[in-house]
């Protein structure tokens, strides 16, 4: 019954593999989100959905795509993996009128 | 460019003090601020929130907005070791997070 799940919750890939991290949410939330985090932790937004459409998408390469099959899940492919990937990568929902954020626990991707 | 800006720590205080985190913002059309709990290793998980100007307590936090300073701070009162931890500030018109304070909390 977790609230937000990520899977998987680690990664090790070779530089220039495509791979794919999902995320599920059983809140009921309208909204979705990705960010990754880097080594000294900064939390940066890659993407937003609001009901299946993408309302945010910030400079972010384009080998990373979103997709949010329905409300209740948003996935993130990344085709041609390279070093600067290196992060872990959260997944987030939060309900309508900014209440806040439930993160997953995180996927971890390194590459090699 | 908008920002949200902690200072960055890291911070350390004895057991039972206060432990006093800021935070700014830059965009002047922000209106829910949060502030988030990490622990290392897991995710951030969400501790306060604050909407209008003024304090707000829940236990041993109070969360302090000021929109006219474009400021946001977290005070954490009898601070105990398990508080040891990154606070992350977010303003969430804009889904941005500072880059987070890390506090220790010693015995």
């Known amino acids: 019954d977790t609230a937000v799940s990520q899977t998987p919750k680690y990664l090790v890939t070779q530089m220039g593999n495509d791979k794919s991290i999902k995320c599920e949410q059983n809140?009921?939330?309208?909204?979705m989100y990705w960010y990754k985090q880097d080594s000294k932790k900064f939390l940066k937004i890659m993407f937003s959905?609001?009901?299946?459409?993408?309302?945010i998408n910030e400079t972010v390469p384009n080998r990373f795509s979103p997709k949010s099959p329905d409300k209740a899940h948003l996935n993130l492919h990344i085709n041609s993996l390279e070093l600067g990937d290196s992060a872990v990568y959260f997944c987030?929902?939060?309900?309508?009128?900014?209440?806040?954020?439930?993160f997953g626990s995180g996927t971890r991707l390194t590459v090699v | 460019q908008k920002e949200v800006e902690q200072n960055s720590g890291p911070l350390s205080v004895p057991e039972g003090a206060i432990a006093s985190l800021n935070c700014t913002y830059s965009?002047?059309?922000?209106?829910?601020f949060f502030w988030y709990r990490q622990y290392s290793g897991k995710s951030p998980e969400l501790i306060m929130s604050?909407?209008?100007?003024g304090d707000k307590e829940d236990g041993r936090f109070t969360a302090q907005l000021n929109k006219a300073s474009q400021y946001v701070s977290l005070l954490i009162r009898d601070s105990q070791p398990s508080d040891s931890a990154t606070y992350l500030c977010?303003?969430?018109?804009?889904?941005?997070f500072g880059a987070g304070t890390r506090l220790t909390v010693k015995p």
């Open positions: 977010a303003a969430h018109n804009d889904m941005r």
């Open positions: 959905y609001n009901n299946k459409e993408l309302i």
């Open positions: 987030a929902s939060s309900p309508m009128g900014a209440r806040g954020y439930t």
């Open positions: 965009d002047r059309g922000s209106q829910s």
């Open positions: 809140l009921g939330h309208d909204t």
């Open positions: 604050i909407y209008s100007n």
